[in-house]
């Protein structure tokens, strides 16, 4: 069974930043490829950013591109976001998730484990 344990969040003024961790075990790390999800207090839960199996490739939504970098380490079976020049508006529940495939997905069912999620606040 996959588990992934998300770390790293916790309560900023905007402008600042943040990096989030996450480590997985379970199955091979480096097969597949990973997402960083965000779900705020009545909203669906919507894509951040993506990076495939080697680390070659990575997608952002635009609302984060230019602030924040996705990336992974296989030797450590991690994924980390960084988040830099935050915003109220990036305050959310953030998730990392698993994928089916070594792409890179914006889509949720795509991805077949999810984390517990790590509260990032940004205060204004």
């Known amino acids: 069974q996959v588990q992934l344990v998300e770390s790293g969040g916790g309560l900023v003024q905007a402008g600042g930043s943040l990096r989030l961790s996450c480590a997985a075990s379970g199955r091979t790390f480096s097969n597949y490829g990973m997402g960083w999800f965000r779900q705020a207090p009545g909203k669906e839960r919507e894509f951040v950013a993506t990076i495939t199996s080697s680390g070659g490739f990575k997608l952002y939504a635009d609302s984060v591109k230019g602030r924040f970098t996705i990336s992974r380490d296989n030797a450590k079976e991690a994924v980390y976001l960084q988040m830099n020049s935050l915003k109220p508006e990036d305050t959310a529940n953030y998730y990392c998730?698993?994928?089916?495939?070594?792409?890179?997905?914006?889509?949720?069912?795509?991805?077949?484990?999810w984390g517990q999620g790590t509260q990032v606040t940004v205060s204004s």
């Open positions: 998730a698993a994928g089916r495939t070594p792409m890179a997905s914006t889509r949720i069912d795509n991805y077949d484990y």
